[in-house]
């Protein structure tokens, strides 16, 4: 009875992690695919190495967290298992909806849904999550609105990430063994600046797997039905699945989103994200990488679109005088001679309209509030009725 169990468990943990893969993936590599500096195998490769190196450090204070600081007792296996399944419907909904919700947050709603039947929540530890939760989003907005009005219009005259045509490197065999050379159109800046967009792809995969792979493997490790190496090795399989197969759609889409803003201020959000994401996972707070990027993205256009204005001006104006649009990224590569801060500037960076919409925005809140709500309702209705799988 208990290995048939178990074998479901391992079952819904794969498919947590396989939608988690896809997703994630398409986060991490969707902009050097769609910019051509890399494939998709290749992105899919590097990024289940890393994912298996972040889960396998970092992850595992989450995964401490979510298997022993959420509730004051050990998930038994069949309540793992029933966990998983939340977090699974989770990101169902959210695949319904063509909203990315957090699985941290499903995941950790989940778990407080199964605290709150059994009395035996920690409510000091989920105020403290929850405070991080709050406060994250704001973080990355507040440092892309500073980049965005105070950094990014130089930054992108003297940043220029090259993609010429033919193949980057080629193997150089004049020599008695073949050696890496330049392709025929390859630059030094060419070299240097895909060489930064997969550095940075790489640390998104770390970032990945220190806040994600917990989530796969965290209720299966509670309560010492799995260690938590086989757990990792088995979450990490899971998302790398995803990457090869569901993620290749997620690349194209995320590629294609993208680039209507320079690779550069993609770059820009997904190092926040990334920074923000780890320094978080590393002492043990159950994040996502979502919050985070749609909190730099908004800042990034806030302040790109706020600099014809003053400060205060910027802060004080009201939304229907002054909307922040993605197009603002994109219009300043045109512009050879910048004005000061609080100067006009051309009328195509205060007219684009495809940075940021703000009933967007308001939709990725509005799924954050109620998937984890759903998650923590449905497992508390479930765990309530169900007492004795506990």
Not at 60 to 76: A, F, K, Q
Not at 78 to 86: E, R
Not at 146 to 169: F, H, K, T, W
């Amino acid at each position: 009875m208990v290995e048939s169990v178990l074998v479901i468990g391992v079952a819904v943990s794969v498919f947590v992690g396989f939608n988690i893969g896809g997703s994630s993936t398409g986060i991490a590599w969707g902009p050097a695919v769609g910019a051509g500096l890399i494939g998709k195998t290749t992105a899919a490769t590097i990024m289940t190495g890393f994912v298996f190196l972040g889960g396998w450090t970092v992850g595992r204070n989450v995964m401490e967290t979510l298997s022993e600081g959420i509730i004051t007792i050990d998930i038994s296996l069949t309540a793992g298992v029933a966990v998983l399944f939340f977090i699974g419907l989770g990101i169902l909904v959210a695949n319904v909806f063509g909203v990315p919700v957090p699985t941290s947050m499903t995941t950790v709603g989940a778990i407080a849904g199964l605290g709150l039947a059994t009395d035996t929540l920690d409510y000091e530890t989920i105020a403290w999550i929850l405070s991080w939760w709050i406060f994250t989003p704001i973080f990355a907005f507040l440092i892309g609105a500073i980049v965005g009005r105070y950094v990014y219009a130089n930054l992108s005259r003297r940043v220029q990430i090259e993609n010429s045509a033919g193949p980057l490197l080629v193997l150089d065999e004049s020599g008695l063994l073949p050696t890496p050379a330049f392709g025929p159109n390859t630059t030094r800046r060419e070299i240097a600046g895909t060489t930064g967009v997969v550095v940075l792809g790489c640390y998104m995969a770390f970032s990945a797997g220190a806040s994600n792979v917990p989530n796969a493997a965290a209720p299966l490790v509670s309560g010492g039905t799995l260690a938590a190496e086989p757990a990792i090795i088995v979450a990490t399989a899971a998302i790398g699945l995803g990457g090869f197969t569901i993620a290749r759609r997620t690349m194209e889409s995320v590629g294609s989103d993208i680039s209507d803003i320079p690779l550069l201020g993609a770059l820009i959000i997904m190092f926040t994200a990334a920074s923000i994401t780890t320094a978080l996972s590393y002492i043990g707070i159950p994040i996502s990488l979502v919050l985070s990027s749609v909190g730099a993205i908004v800042g990034l256009g806030w302040g790109r679109a706020s600099r014809p204005i003053a400060a205060r001006e910027a802060v004080s104006r009201k939304t229907a005088d002054a909307e922040v649009v993605m197009g603002a990224l994109t219009a300043e590569d045109a512009i050879e001679e910048l004005a000061p801060i609080g100067v006009n500037e051309p009328e195509e960076v205060l007219e684009a309209d495809e940075l940021f919409k703000p009933e967007a925005v308001i939709r990725y809140v509005t799924m954050w509030v109620v998937g984890p709500s759903i998650s923590t309702i449905l497992a508390y209705a479930f765990f309530v009725s169900v007492p004795g799988i506990v």
